[in-house]
């Protein structure tokens, strides 16, 4: 995988943490738009990995 994403980010003329970083944007904005936005911080005693919408 990591030869694929360094494929891609060179392709789009980006360092593989530039991508990297785009891609998490992109799934975040994703989240917000089919959850709704994110607000304030998650404290770190409750940051768990949510339960899975069906």
């Not at 799934?27 to 911080?41: A, H, M, P, R, Y």
């Amino acid at each position: 995988m990591l030869r694929k994403i360094g494929y891609v980010a060179d392709y789009e003329g980006r360092s593989v943490n530039s991508h990297i970083l785009v891609l998490i944007r992109e799934s975040i904005k994703k989240f917000e738009v089919e959850n709704g936005k994110i607000e304030n911080t998650i404290r770190p005693d409750i940051n768990v990995k949510p339960t899975r919408k069906n």
